[in-house]
């Protein structure tokens, strides 16, 4: 394991894939930025949500802006691999979903 801040953030092969996460949580840096950035939660909220110490939700959000681009470019391919992934096996519930309004 690879710790990163002395205190919040740390890097393990076997959590998440490697992604940078909130020390002895599963939650991802990324997680906490695309709550604060795209969903608008305060920092304060997802401290509180998850019961998690404010600053190593801070902490979360220095990381993510001292790698934004690392982080951003990874996020978007795994985006593109959800995307192949449902066009080439599409779900068996939005199908079945179709056909009953078709009816």
Excluded: W
């Excluded at 998850?50 to 993510?64: I, P």
């Amino acid at each position: 394991m690879q710790l990163v801040s002395r205190e919040h953030i740390e890097i393990s092969s076997d959590v998440r894939s490697g992604k940078p996460c909130i020390v002895n949580t599963r939650i991802a840096v990324e997680d906490v930025a695309v709550m604060h950035l795209k969903l608008g939660y305060s920092l304060l909220e997802i401290a509180g949500k998850y019961d998690l110490s404010l600053a190593s939700v801070y902490a979360a959000m220095a990381y993510y802006f001292d790698h934004r681009d690392e982080i951003d470019r990874r996020t978007a391919e795994e985006n593109e691999l959800v995307e192949v992934l449902k066009q080439n096996h599409p779900s068996r519930l939005q199908e079945k979903l179709r056909q009953l309004r078709n009816e």
